[in-house]
């Protein structure tokens, strides 16, 4: 299986800054059939499913706003979130879906300093 | 509006069965791979199971493989779930989604399923 690892688990950040979330695969995402990394983010605020809001690594999802991006190829990928609102507080998660079994990192909380 | 709709959960006995339903609405989801995920309390996501679209092909996370089983029926726009022999460790948010290829765009709100005595 391939071991999803977030970090932080949580972070504060203050409103208007950036907040960054790292995501580590323990195998590459990248398929080499279509040069494509199956690496996905969702946002779950509390009472809610997820939300997904970028799928292939780098494409965001319709209605995500632009201050979410994504970088990264094979087995490093990081969630920036350029100027943090207040909106944003909730958890996030990478998932792969590469290889069965689909996965996600354990989530990172992200809080209001 | 379009959205996803989970159905049957509830409170069952260790070892008992429970089949959990997805209806979809505002939008045909014929074409799309079809999932559920479940969240235990207070934790993080995990994928239980998928479906392709015209059902040919399943897969399972190994920890339910053989007491769970997935099927969809595209005329009525539903997703299912079968779940025998459950456990305690099956208590969880079950959710549905799905999306075309690959992608888990379309959640519904979750149901619960409490395995207690």
């Known amino acids: 299986d391939i071991v999803m690892t977030q970090s932080p688990d949580s972070l504060a950040v203050s409103l208007g800054e950036r907040a960054t979330i790292n995501c580590k695969s323990s195998?590459?995402?990248?398929?080499?059939?279509?040069?494509?990394?199956?690496l996905a983010w969702f946002q779950q605020k509390p009472g809610q499913p997820p939300k997904l809001l970028i799928f292939w690594a780098s494409s965001r999802e319709s209605g995500v706003p632009d201050r979410f991006r994504c970088s990264g190829s094979g087995t490093d990928f990081t969630l920036t979130i350029s100027s943090v609102q207040a909106e944003d507080v909730a958890v996030y998660y990478c998932?792969?879906?590469?290889?069965?079994?689909?996965?996600f990192g354990q989530g990172t909380r992200l809080e209001l300093k | 509006e379009v959205q996803l709709v989970e159905s049957g959960g509830g409170l069952v006995q260790p070892g008992g069965s429970l089949r959990v339903s997805c209806a979809a609405s505002?939008?045909?989801?014929?074409?799309?791979?079809m999932n559920w995920v479940r969240q235990a309390p207070g934790k993080g996501l995990e994928w239980v199971a998928n479906i392709n679209p015209d059902g040919s092909a399943r897969d399972y996370v190994d920890s339910v493989r053989g007491r769970f089983t997935i099927s969809r029926d595209n005329a009525k726009n539903s997703m299912y779930l079968q779940m025998n022999s459950l456990r305690g460790e099956d208590t969880a948010v079950y959710y549905c989604a799905g999306g075309p290829g690959w992608k888990f765009g379309l959640w519904g709100r979750g149901i619960f399923v409490t395995v207690s005595s």
């Open positions: 998932q792969q879906y590469h290889s069965s079994p689909i996965t």
């Open positions: 505002g939008i045909s989801v014929s074409s799309y791979y």
């Open positions: 195998q590459s995402v990248l398929s080499s059939s279509d040069n494509k990394n199956y």
